[in-house]
């Protein structure tokens, strides 16, 4: 059996994550993947700290080059975040011949074309399913067995933070505020919550999902975008008398598909903001820290994927299917 070596960039949560997975399920890994597939490097910013994860500190490096441009490695996964030195790193390892995966969403969102151009020219995979809802499996699923289809229209709620923030606003009844100081004492809030609640990681997330649906690159500063800070709760309490829940959406639909004589027909619309939706859209029972997507396709009609959205386990369970789909294509 052939053994595909990894170099993790990063152990932080999404690194953690993958790793436990790697430890944990490598017989059933191995099995699926028809390689053993070994982590053989770790970038820490400290080579001697102590870890909740055993692992093997002769692995520990504070030098990326000795991942990056390391002869035995095989497959990068990325997991710093932030959209530099990690761009930089990703770049270099697919020109050393790494294929590489990631879960970076603002690095991907910033350097799509860059990122996907590197990979071509280097003969290369570049993998990025966890980057957009954790460990939901829907980038995979627009680029596979879905590709067949053309793309009508995109909603999702892809932020755990805002949609707890709201979900605790609209059951609990308790100001923004609080329902915001709960979700980062609970770890779904950041201590600067304002990549999340104003609605930034979202266009991250759907400039990724209109490239993959749409073909079309936007980038996340070109998407209108409006977050919750503002909603409050008069808000909320009025969509409730009208029968409906606020959610904080990413939208994207291709204008025109439903008829033959619109002048913007097949001109891409796209936003970011909080929507009102009826109590029976599928996405309105989508709550606390959970995310979703409806996806529409003109053979397919209306999917939605759902489950966890964040978090060490499931986002490293996407990056670890990533690793496997590339080491199938091992010989």
Not at 128 to 143: H, K, M, Q, R, T
Not at 231 to 238: C, G, L, Q, S, V
Not at 276 to 294: C, K, M, Q, T, Y
Request: proline share 4%; charged share 20%; with cysteine.
């Amino acid at each position: 059996m052939k053994t595909v070596k990894i170099g993790l960039l990063g152990i932080g949560n999404v690194g953690s994550g993958a790793f436990q997975i790697f430890s944990l399920n490598s017989a059933s890994i191995a099995k699926a993947s028809g390689c053993e597939i070994t982590v053989s490097g770790v970038l820490a910013r400290s080579k001697n700290k102590k870890r909740d994860i055993d692992i093997n500190p002769e692995i520990i490096t504070d030098d990326p080059d000795e991942i990056i441009k390391n002869p035995e490695i095989d497959i990068v996964v990325e997991a710093l975040g932030g959209i530099e030195p990690a761009t930089t790193f990703m770049l270099s390892a697919m020109k050393n011949g790494k294929h590489v995966v990631t879960a970076n969403k603002a690095a991907i969102a910033a350097n799509y074309d860059k990122l996907t151009e590197a990979a071509a020219e280097n003969g290369v995979q570049f993998k990025f399913e966890a980057s957009v809802g954790g460990g939901i499996p829907i980038l995979n699923a627009i680029d596979t067995v879905l590709r067949g289809n053309e793309f009508t229209e995109i909603m999702g709620i892809v932020n755990g933070t805002t949609n707890y923030i709201l979900t605790k606003m609209a059951e609990e009844k308790l100001p923004y505020d609080v329902a915001l100081k709960n979700a980062q004492e609970l770890g779904f809030a950041e201590a600067d919550p304002t990549a999340d609640v104003e609605g930034i990681d979202v266009a991250n997330k759907l400039t990724i999902l209109m490239a993959l649906a749409f073909g079309q690159y936007i980038k996340p500063e070109n998407i209108p975008t409006t977050g919750i800070s503002k909603i409050t709760a008069a808000d909320i309490e009025a969509a409730a008398l009208k029968g409906c829940k606020i959610k904080l959406i990413a939208h994207a639909k291709m204008n025109g598909t439903s008829c033959s004589d619109c002048a913007e027909k097949g001109k891409l619309e796209y936003s970011v903001k909080p929507m009102l939706l009826p109590n029976d859209h599928p996405l309105a029972g989508v709550s606390n820290e959970f995310n979703a997507v409806f996806i529409t396709g003109n053979a397919v009609g209306e999917l939605m994927f759902y489950g966890r959205g964040a978090g060490a386990m499931p986002t490293g369970s996407a990056v670890v299917g990533d690793v496997i789909e590339i080491a199938k294509s091992f010989k």
